[in-house]
């Protein structure tokens, strides 16, 4: 039964709304969900009306399914948000709930099957940007004026220095957490990257020490990124002092629990001098995912797991991707790399996504397939992420 059709039958009688809403039936239902089922996708678009100054958020669901003929989405979100500029973004789904925002746009935290909504506080960064577009040019002696401990993001120019934020939950205190990590512009004393965290228990944002970014060298991470979370840490890569694509690219883990960072090299399979652009980190199947676009236009995917009865982690290579077949479905792009959404429970087919590209593309694992890349959905512009349906009515823990 889909979770659309349980949240229906709360209208049947006190006992069943009683039932659907009790916090044991909604954790039993979402462990359900993750152990026997495959995700299902999060299609988010937006359609934006100049003249009401009103952007429409639509999400979907989509079903992952092994069909060849091209699927069709489930259930249907409409969403709007008043007065809001630019393009909204969605974050990673965290238990069913997800984070949408802009950078000079409140986070709303959603759960696409209640309908459920709250409004968070505005970061420093989304206060800087709101209320000064050019804060260099508003504000040249800004430095002198900053507090201690409270200081803001800088940013002349929001656009090019956006980065995405991280949803994840800590294992530990079971707490949800938001991690904005971002370069300053121009950067203050011994503060070129700030990073902001909100507990969703106590809906604050407050600054986070990122004094291991800056030991040695100075990292700055690479923008317009969304980090992936796995295995108890985001994780970022790092780009050069304007945020760009570098050839010395490393990776930024982030604790979740400690919130403490560290700078690591990338995996020894990813090649010395690959430029940060070329290089894809995402979270698959619960795993750290990262791959590396080669000058062939063959992609290979890495996953990091964890060996048998001991703590050991080591790196296993999953599957190769060749962007010169899949290019028909993504505008013939082959220069960028390709995202992998989800892994079927069978092992054999993978959905790709291209950002902010319709289409998504099914790649089969089989070695005996006859048709290895599939278009497996179209038509819906806009932002997918994996996902499991979540009952709860509550977003804290």
């Not at 986070?208 to 985001?234: E, I, K, M």
């Amino acid at each position: 039964m889909t979770s659309v059709k349980l949240i229906r039958f709360q209208t049947l009688s006190k006992h069943w709304r009683c039932l659907i809403r009790s916090r044991g039936f909604g954790k039993r239902y979402a462990s359900h969900q993750k152990t026997t089922k495959d995700p299902k996708l999060l299609l988010v678009c937006q359609v934006v009306n100049p003249r009401a100054q009103i952007s429409s958020l639509r999400l979907a669901t989509l079903a992952l399914k092994t069909s060849t003929k091209p699927t069709s989405p489930e259930d249907r979100l409409f969403v709007e948000f008043e007065k809001s500029k630019g393009f909204l973004e969605i974050s990673e789904s965290c238990d069913g709930l997800v984070c949408i925002y802009a950078l000079t746009k409140a986070v709303e935290v959603i759960n696409p099957v209640t309908a459920n909504f709250e409004a968070l506080p505005l970061a420093e960064i989304q206060r800087l940007c709101t209320d000064h577009p050019d804060i260099k040019a508003d504000h040249p002696d800004l430095e002198a004026e900053l507090v201690q401990g409270q200081d803001p993001v800088l940013v002349p120019a929001p656009v090019v220095s956006f980065t995405r934020f991280g949803f994840g939950k800590d294992s530990v205190t079971g707490r949800y957490k938001l991690v904005w990590l971002y370069n300053r512009y121009p950067a203050t004393t011994n503060k070129e990257v700030g990073c902001e965290v909100l507990d969703l228990e106590d809906k604050k944002w407050r600054f986070v020490s990122t004094r291991p970014l800056l030991d040695h060298h100075h990292h700055h991470v690479l923008y317009n990124q969304r980090p992936a979370f796995a295995n108890g840490s985001f994780y970022w890569l790092t780009g050069d002092e304007q945020g760009g694509p570098s050839t010395q690219t490393k990776l930024i883990v982030f604790d979740i629990h400690t919130e403490m960072f560290q700078v690591t090299e990338t995996p020894p399979f990813i090649t010395r001098d690959a430029s940060g652009d070329k290089i894809g980190l995402c979270n698959l199947d619960g795993r750290l995912c990262i791959s590396e676009l080669k000058r062939d236009c063959k992609q290979d995917f890495w996953w990091r797991v964890k060996e048998d009865n001991s703590n050991t982690w080591t790196w296993e290579k999953i599957f190769s991707v060749d962007l010169r077949s899949t290019s028909t479905w993504f505008n013939g792009i082959t220069s960028q790399p390709l995202t992998p959404l989800a892994i079927s429970r069978d092992k054999n087919k993978v959905i790709l996504s291209l950002t902010y590209l319709a289409n998504l593309v099914a790649f089969d694992r089989d070695p005996g397939s006859t048709t290895v890349y599939q278009l497996y959905h179209s038509g819906f512009y806009g932002l997918s992420v994996p996902y499991f349906p979540n009952l709860s009515l509550s977003f804290d823990t």
